[in-house]
Each structure stands twice: as structure tokens, then as C-alpha cells.
């Protein structure tokens, strides 16, 4: 079945520190990539997206490239703020069976930015 | 455009009751998807309505339930509530799969506590 291995955290850096967050997944077919995040007490917002291979997502500084073949999503950012902690999630969607397409998650990162 | 919305914020139940919570999504979308978001155990898919229909369910035993109704809004209904049943609740809604775009828009969700 579908999986997702994501980074653990938590993670602390500085303001204006180099971000990575590592994510690997495992899917049948051509999935679509997604990073979602979390602020306290909130639900879940859509970071970006990569739909096929080589794409790269970007948003707010953001930035992603599907990797088929090393089955990566790794998300970077170069610069990060305060007002980026938050929980990291990457997700997939891909056919689970029965052209289902519900996202399966990683289990999430804790970022905290500190000033 | 109106994002997804549920209700009610927060549920307090006892172990043994109903509770029933309520999910409206993006207008022109026909997914919903609800999600549990256990402390522990991550983001993990429940059950996806499409057009009315119930699509596909995750790992949860029957008394996790739901409908859609004609105006694509939906209920998840959870019957003879449990400790573990205590989480994030999210809703999100898509496209109709297979029709454009499949990322998922999700909504604040219903923290539920069970005493």
C-alpha cells in the first residue's frame, strides 16, 4: 500500500536559518505529492503540490521537486521566520484501490523558529 | 469563495453516546473526505463520500458512519463513543476524483473529548 516517511521532529532553528524536511514515499503508479501545515489549534492548509515528476511546488518561500526516482518530496525553505512554526505534513495521493485517492500522511513535523 | 467549514469547534461526549459532526465544502466541490487526527497516531483516513455515495473507508471499525447529503455537505456520526475516540476531526473536500484537480481543501475540524 501507500506510505510516507517523513522526517521527525522536533526541530528548532534559528531565524534565518536553512530549512530541510526530509520525505520519502512508497506508491504504485504516478502519485500526486503534497505539503500540508499545521498552525496551533488550526486545521490543516495547503502548502504546494507536484503532480508528476520534476515538478516543482513553491509557495510563500517554500519550494519542493518530486523526485521519481529517488521517491523523494523533500521540502526547503532558504530564509525562515518566527511565523513559520507550525507542523509540517507531506502527504500522497495516489490509487489506493478502487480509484480511491484519499491522502496518506507522514506523521508530521514540529517546526519552532526562534529569534 | 467560502472555504470548507464544520461544526460544531469542540464536542464534549461521555463514553457510550453519539456524536455527530458536520462538514460543508468548498462550493462546486462533491468529495469530502473526513480524516482522525489522534494524538500518537497521526492524520488517518476514515471514510470518503462522493455524489451522494460512500466511497471508500479506512480501517475503523462500523460504528464510524456517514452520509452525504444532495447539497454535498456531510455527517460523520460515531456511535457508542470510546476514550481513543477523542481526536481531531477534519473534513476536506476535492473535486470530483478523476475530474480536474484532486487536492483535497481541508477545514479547521471538531475536536471531540471523550470523558
Known amino acids: 500500500g501507500n506510505s510516507v516517511t517523513q522526517m521527525e521532529g522536533p526541530v528548532t532553528l534559528s531565524e534565518e536559518a536553512f530549512l530541510t524536511i526530509n520525505c520519502t514515499y512508497t506508491?504504485?503508479?504516478?502519485?500526486?505529492l503534497f505539503w500540508y501545515v499545521q498552525y496551533p489549534g488550526e486545521g490543516l492548509q495547503l502548502l504546494l503540490k507536484a503532480t508528476k515528476a520534476d515538478d516543482k511546488g513553491s509557495n510563500k518561500g517554500f519550494e519542493a521537486t518530486y523526485r521519481k526516482e529517488t521517491t523523494s518530496f523533500h521540502l526547503e525553505k532558504g530564509s525562515v521566520q518566527v511565523s513559520d512554526s507550525a507542523v509540517y505534513f507531506c502527504a500522497l495521493s495516489g490509487d489506493s484501490g478502487a480509484g480511491s485517492y484519499q491522502l496518506t500522511f507522514g506523521k508530521g513535523t514540529k517546526l519552532s523558529v526562534i529569534p | 469563495e467560502a472555504g470548507v467549514t464544520q461544526s460544531p469547534t469542540h464536542l464534549i461526549k461521555t463514553r457510550g453516546q453519539q456524536a455527530t459532526l458536520r462538514c460543508s465544502p468548498i462550493?462546486?466541490?462533491?468529495?469530502v473526505y473526513w480524516y482522525q487526527q489522534a494524538l500518537g497516531l497521526g492524520l488517518q483516513f476514515l471514510l470518503w463520500y462522493d455524489e451522494g455515495e460512500e466511497r471508500n473507508r479506512g480501517n475503523f471499525p462500523p460504528r464510524f458512519s456517514g452520509r452525504q447529503f444532495p447539497n454535498y455537505s456531510s455527517e460523520l456520526n460515531v456511535n457508542a463513543l470510546e476514550l481513543e475516540d477523542s481526536a481531531l476531526y477534519l473534513c476536506?473536500?476535492?473535486?470530483?476524483?478523476?475530474?480536474?484537480?484532486?487536492?483535497?481543501?481541508f477545514g479547521p475540524g471538531t475536536r471531540l473529548t471523550v470523558l
Open positions: 506508491a504504485t503508479g504516478y502519485p500526486s
Open positions: 462550493s462546486g466541490h462533491t468529495s
Open positions: 476536506a473536500s476535492s473535486h470530483q476524483q478523476g475530474v480536474g484537480t484532486d487536492t483535497q481543501y
